[in-house]
Structure formats: C-alpha cells, structure tokens
C-alpha cells in the first residue's frame, strides 16, 4: 500500500524565524497524553504544571541562563520533567547516563563545570562537590501557577552532551536554544515529523545526541514513549512494544533495526511506521531490504546523519528505489561544504571532506577554546557562485544567523569522507582520522588506546576497529606490556571502572612488539588479524565437565563468539560478547533447543553454567505446559 500522509506542519513565520521550543510546547493541548512511561502518563497540561514548580525550585537556588543542571536520571517520566524544567528555568541540562562508570560520571561533572547535579537519591550521583539534590524533591506539591518559562536569548546555552576524545578524555559539545528550535522545525520541513499527535519512541541514552531528536517532538504535541532497557535489547519484546504502543516513529541503528525486520515485516497495520536510522552506516544489503518494505507500505525509512556539533541530524535521504545507500541531502537550515585536501571545493562526483554551516553549528567544546578553534573553521564560502562547486555541493538557506561569506560565519569540519551524487545527495565514505561508529556510538580510538595504556603493566596500544569480530564489526586492542603479558581480565576490569561497556574492546591480543614502518611509527596494516574462528566445541559431557545441557549451550557460544574453549564458568560478556552477539545467541538457542530465551536472561545469567540451569528451567516449564 502507499502511504498517506498528513500535509506538514508549518512552523517558519514569514520573516523565516523559528518558534522557541517552549513557546510551542505550551500549545500543546493540556488534555493529550504528553509522556507513556511504564505504568505512568503524563498529560501536556500535567507536564508542563510539573516542569513549572522544578524550574521555580532552580530559580530559588540561583540557577538560570548559562547555568548547567547534570541529569544523572534513567529513562522515565521524571527524567523527562527535570530536562523540560531545566529549560523552562532557562538553564543547560547536561545528560549522565546512570550506566557509565562512576569515575566517568564524575568527570562529565566537573569537566562540564554543572551547577547541580540532579539524581534518583538512590546512591547513582557523581562524586565530587557540586551539590546534589533528589529529583522527587524538585517535584515536590507546591503553589500551581501558569507556565511561564524564562525567556532566552536565541544562543543561550540549551545542553552539553559529551562526546569520545581524542585526546584521551570526553569533550562536551554546546548546542544553544535557537539550534535545537530550528532542528524541530527542519525535521517538519523535510517530512520526517509529520504526523499530528504522533507516538515517539523515545530509545537513545540521553547521554546521545539521538535522544534531542526524539524528546523535542514533544513541542509539537506528540506523544514521548519511553523504551525501557529490557525492552531495547530484545528485538522480540521490541517490536510487541511498537506494536502495543502503536508508535508512530521509532529512531533506530542499523544493528538493531536489522533484527527487528523480521518481526514487523508481516504487518504494517493501517499506517506504517516511521524508522529513523542513523548513527552508522546502511549495508547495501539491509538499504534493499528497507526499500522493499518501503514499497510494500510496511516502513516509511529516513537514512539521518549528523554530527553532535551540528545539533543532531544535518542530512536526511529517504529509502526507496535507490539501488545504492546514500545519506541524502542536506536539511533545510544547514549549508555544506564538500573540500579536497587543499580546501578547494569538489564537483559533481568528486570526494572531499564534509563541512557544515548555518545557524545549528554548534557554540563550540565547553572549555576548550583550542579544540573549538581546530573544528570550528572560518566559512571559506564566496557567496558569488561563481567556483566550481555549484548549487549539488553548497547549499544556502535564508534562515537567519551569519550566511555563507558573512564576517565572522563558521564552519563545522566533520572529518567525514562524501562523494556528491546527482541533485546534492552524498554518499558516505568513512572518516579521515581515528574516529569510528560502532553500533552507534562515535568513539574515538586514541581515547580507548589512552584507557588501555593506563592499565598497570601495559607499556604500548593500539585499537583498530576489526570488520568481523565474532561475526560483526569489533574493537580489537593490541597491547604490549612492560613485564609479563598483562592478562586479559584484568585488562577488562580497569576498562570497564573508565569506559563505557561499548568501549570496552571485544579482542584482546598481546604482542611482543609492534610492527613499524620505515618512519618508526606503527604499521596498523602488518597487526595481526585477531583469531576469532568458531573453534569445535567440546563433544561429550565428560569433556571441560560440561553437563549435556551446558554442552548444547557451549556449541552455541561457539558459533556467536569463536571462543577456542568454553568452560562452565565463562562469562559470555567477558569472552567478548555484546548486546548484538546477545540478540544471535537467543536467535540460536531458538532454533536450535526449541526454547524462546528473552535477552535479558542472558544479561542475568552471564555465566554457561547458570544460563544452561536458566534454559533447562524453562525446557521444563514448557514441557510441563505441553503435558
């Protein structure tokens, strides 16, 4: 079937500004559902009388425009209140994921300079001496009065969110309020967020940059649909949830959207489903599989890229007929810039490396005025039109802020590698440096490298990103130690107290000595390839000790992780799995023991000996079922 949809919302007044987001949010009728948390629903009107006494609460304690308020806060109603609050205060939120280890919550805290830090009350809160208060105390009954949120100037700072560093440490990106604004009216523009009263699912971290683009729907009046954690990481539970909830938009990776094909695929009900994937590359081979559903009416597919400093998504490209994966064209209030390595600009076809510019660009890295400076370039642009780039590759839009050739007009440098194709849409190449995707997230290889170094005894690291690691794309760390070969769980452990879990390298292999080249500098090229072949597993239940149960699991365990031995006591995480391999090992255990695992379980019980104990209690509950 064809999809039908509704004419787009138009929000630009006629002089091309852009409505602040509160003043939109406070349209919203009072009536309709504004957030679905679990058992919890928010109204617009209950929402907004909330976010009203958590602002009045901060402007009593002094905090107001430019101030930061860290929101140390798992997905919920509650985190949904506070970062609305923060804003109506006139305040900055900056998001700290409850997950991260607690020395790397501390140091987005102090790195970020937060003027309070608002958590659970549970224990979850950074260390260090800026205050912390509960979030149920900046909730707390008090006097009702009309929403009146304090007015901002249009680059008032709106949040910090931290991305991976070279430099070894996270660096905290500022993005003011006319940005994030001007990001929801693009995405209207561009036909992405077009239905009236929509269901959002709300399914990044609030640590990423992806989350903006899903908690600003809310300003138009749709509907915020938390997806909680056990939820996420199961395909199966997953698509129920879309299903239950009637989503109508789902912003998704590529990882996890491909799983999740097979659920949803059958159906699309009455209106199909909006996907939002982004964060890595589209396989040509999942870019066919969408366009087909496309057709059939099942999905409607954006392909959305953006960097964080460009306040989220800068270029959208709709899945369809295509036969080859592209990132589309630039949005509306962005322009682009496609260079060779001497800054001059490319033509048609030509590869160069992407520029951004335009009123979204974010103010720069929080306290770092050097790094700014190094990513944030004078915009080279003329504005004559007369160089050799053309309208494909240099987009120009009335939108306010400094235009192309302005005094004082910057431009973001990506790092990323494009090649432009017909009409202005660009193909995605790769980056020109040591930053890489990984199911989503963007990691910065020398800030794990830096992790890996300061384990004590390793003298020397390298991390590359493998492209089959256990059958997907993988972190593998080549480490070379003073003394005796660090071994690999201790590795593991300090990782795991400093990065989070996604930064953590599937493989680890220890050298002697690195390959150099002629100039004395690593040969990453010569590393040898990580031994992640699927080993024969043990045969018999006197092999290892393995019972006949753990046998049947360690055969599947073979299959997803290519470990050389698997004993009762390994752990399925710490032999390098993730939650992708998770998502393979349930698939398998499917198909191949007849039991319907749920992911979680494997999160629960990590270890072969408890996850084959876990899998024979459920053999025996369905077979007691079937009697």
Not at 16 to 38: H, I, M
């Amino acid at each position: 079937m064809t999809a039908v949809l509704p004419e787009r919302s138009r929000t630009r007044a006629a002089t091309g500004s852009v409505p602040d987001l509160l003043e939109r949010l406070a349209q919203a009728p009072a009536g309709r559902t504004a957030v679905v948390a679990g058992g919890e629903e928010l109204t617009f009107g209950a929402l907004r009388a909330r976010a009203m006494r958590f602002a009045d609460r901060l402007t009593a304690r002094g905090i107001g425009p430019e101030s930061v308020v860290a929101l140390c806060l798992p997905r919920g109603a509650d985190l949904v209140v506070a970062l609305i609050g923060t804003l109506t205060a006139g305040a900055a939120y900056l998001p700290v994921d409850p997950k991260l280890p607690a020395e790397r919550r501390s140091y987005l805290v102090e790195d970020a300079r937060a003027d309070l830090v608002v958590t659970t009350g549970e224990g979850d809160g950074p260390a260090g001496g800026v205050p912390h208060l509960p979030v149920a105390e900046l909730s707390a009954p008090a006097p009702e009065r009309p929403y009146a949120p304090v007015g901002v100037g249009a680059d008032t700072l709106a949040y910090v969110i931290y991305t991976s560093g070279s430099t070894g440490r996270p660096k905290g990106v500022e993005i003011g309020r006319a940005a994030v604004s001007a990001l929801l009216a693009e995405l209207e523009e561009a036909d992405i967020a077009v239905t009236d009263g929509g269901r959002v699912g709300w399914n990044a971290s609030p640590s990423f940059d992806a989350s903006v683009q899903q908690w600003v729907r809310l300003c138009r009046g749709d509907t915020l649909v938390m997806i909680d954690e056990e939820t996420r990481a199961d395909p199966a539970l997953l698509a129920r949830f879309v299903d239950e909830q009637a989503l109508t938009d789902l912003d998704i990776t590529p990882s996890h959207a491909d799983p999740l094909l097979d659920l949803i695929s059958a159906d699309g009900g009455p209106r199909p489903l909006t996907l939002l994937v982004g964060g890595e590359a589209v396989s040509p081979a999942l870019w066919r599989r969408l366009g087909a559903l496309g057709a059939r009416g099942v999905l409607r597919t954006v392909n959305l890229y953006g960097p964080t400093e460009c306040t989220v998504d800068a270029t959208a490209g709709w899945i369809g007929a295509d036969a080859e994966p592209h990132i589309g064209r630039v949005l509306p209030g962005l322009r682009m810039r496609v260079l060779d390595a001497a800054l001059n600009p490319v033509p048609e076809g030509g590869s160069g490396e992407l520029y951004l510019a335009g009123p979204r660009v974010a103010r720069g890295y929080r306290g770092r005025p050097a790094l700014t400076a190094e990513r944030f370039v004078p915009d080279r642009a003329t504005g004559s039109g007369d160089d050799a780039v053309g309208t494909a590759v240099w987009t120009a839009v009335g939108d306010g802020g400094a235009a192309h050739g302005d005094p004082g007009a910057r431009m973001y440098r990506t790092g990323d590698l494009v090649r432009v194709l017909p009409g202005g849409r660009l193909a995605y190449l790769g980056r020109a440096d040591g930053q890489i995707k990984l199911r989503g997230h963007r990691i910065e290889l020398r800030e794990v490298e830096a992790a890996v170094t300061a384990t004590p005894g390793v003298a020397e690291a390298v991390v590359v990103l493998h492209p089959e690691v256990h059958g997907a794309p993988g972190l593998v760390a080549y480490h070379r130690s003073t003394g005796p070969a660090v071994a690999e769980g201790d590795l593991r452990a300090h990782l795991g107290s400093v990065l989070p879990a996604y930064m953590v390298p599937a493989v680890f292999v220890a050298l002697d000595q690195f390959p150099t080249t002629v100039n004395g500098k690593v040969d990453r090229a010569a590393l040898p390839a990580p031994v992640t072949a699927a080993p024969v597993p043990p045969t018999g239940p006197a092999d290892d000790g393995l019972s006949a149960s753990q046998q049947l699991i360690a055969k599947v365990w073979a299959t997803v992780l290519g470990a050389p031995r698997i004993g009762p006591d390994d752990n399925f995480f710490k032999l390098g799995g993730h939650s992708l391999l998770a998502i393979k090992l349930v698939s398998r255990v499917r198909a191949e023991l007849g039991v319907a695992l749920p992911v979680k379980a494997v999160y629960a019980n990590p270890r072969l000996r408890d996850l084959a104990a876990h899998i024979d209690t459920l053999v025996a509950a369905t077979a007691g079922q079937d009697r």
